[in-house]
């Protein structure tokens, strides 16, 4: 079993900055996979950034050269680091974790920017 906590979403203006973070429990490895998603208002789930189980990265376009996935496996966290914020940036965002062909997900943390 895996627990997923999200934390650090909040309201903040457009070109703002936020650092999402996501603490996993139940035994996560490097291996894992692990990754942020988000699901804006009245849209689909869809891909922000992931590690793969390889450890390659993976950015959705409207990620790139803005947002920065990292994580810290002492800790079993992973962070976004999501910079220049933008109004169309404002989703729930989930944190996602594989494990045995098994994908969890955590509750989400919202994150809202003003225009």
């Known amino acids: 079993q895996v627990r997923l906590v999200e934390s650090g979403g909040g309201l903040v203006q457009a070109g703002g900055s936020l650092r999402l973070s996501c603490a996993a429990s139940?035994?996560?490895?490097?291996?894992?996979?692990m990754g942020w998603y988000r699901q804006p208002p009245g849209k689909q789930r869809e891909l922000v950034a992931a590690?793969?189980?390889?450890?390659?990265?993976n950015y959705a376009s409207s990620a790139k050269g803005r947002f920065t996935i990292s994580r810290d496996n002492a800790k079993n966290t992973i962070y976004l680091q999501m910079n220049s914020l933008k109004p169309e940036d404002t989703a729930v965002y989930y944190c996602?974790?594989?494990?045995?062909?098994?994908?969890?997900w955590g509750k989400g943390t919202l994150v809202t920017v003003s225009s």
């Open positions: 590690f793969t189980n390889d450890g390659a990265t």
């Open positions: 996602n974790c594989g494990k045995y062909g098994v994908s969890y």
């Open positions: 139940g035994s996560i490895f490097s291996i894992n996979p």
